[in-house]
């Protein structure tokens, strides 16, 4: 059984994951709609830009957030001057870098699916008078559902075991940001603390494993439609 400081250190993961994943989704579809939908220059750019934290070193992204989101960066100058907060050892900050590094996995999973919409059913709901909103949210939506519920699903799963970025931007602070990697990293500096290494350790990988099968059951349940994995 965890122990109470080990149930708040899940607990706070979990919420710097579903925070990560909220603020990500909505920018994760129009990304993955406008590559599946949309040809223009520079998609092969846009493209590479969103898979790049795929194969960044994770402590790079963490880097370049810290020299933007940073005191003296002009994304934190004008979170200060505008709102008065700032993301600097924060968990809204450790949200953000766990959302940076799954947007990738959720841009493919959504682009994937919305690619496999057949678009002559798109066009049979036109002729049928709908509008290209409504034929858009009655006919590409549902069949791409599945597919984005991977993506959230994926995401959350990443955002769960993200490291690098978060204890590069935000560090390593007991209550705000010390999710279960952070947790699990300083229990390994800790001489006798094997126990409690073992204990997050399973933690971690039952709530990966969880959201994993949660999505595999998303894609075999669209039919292959948005199969990512």
Request: glycine residues 8%.
């Amino acid at each position: 059984m965890l122990t109470a400081a080990e149930w708040a250190i899940v607990a706070l993961s979990l919420k710097v994951a579903f925070a990560a994943i909220a603020l990500t989704l909505p920018v994760a579809f129009a990304l993955a709609w406008v590559l599946a939908r949309k040809a223009f220059y520079g998609r092969m750019m846009l493209d590479t830009l969103v898979h790049l934290p795929l194969v960044l070193p994770p402590v790079v992204t963490g880097w370049l957030l810290l020299l933007f989101f940073g005191a003296q960066g002009t994304g934190g100058r004008m979170l200060q001057a505008l709102f008065g907060t700032t993301l600097m050892f924060r968990w809204t900050g450790a949200a953000l870098a766990a959302g940076i590094m799954a947007l990738p996995l959720m841009v493919r999973a959504i682009r994937l699916s919305l690619e496999a919409v057949d678009r002559r059913l798109e066009s049979a709901a036109r002729t049928l008078g709908a509008s290209r909103l409504r034929a858009y949210a009655s006919v590409t939506l549902p069949l791409a559902l599945p597919g984005i519920g991977a993506a959230v699903v994926l995401g959350f799963a990443r955002s769960l075991g993200e490291f690098g970025a978060t204890i590069t931007f935000v560090s390593n602070v007991p209550g705000e940001t010390r999710t279960l990697p952070l947790a699990i990293y300083t229990a390994l500096q800790v001489p006798g603390a094997e126990d409690s290494v073992t204990r997050m350790a399973i933690a971690s990988v039952v709530l990966s494993l969880a959201a994993l099968a949660v999505s595999e059951w998303l894609v075999r349940r669209g039919g292959g439609r948005a199969h990512v994995l």
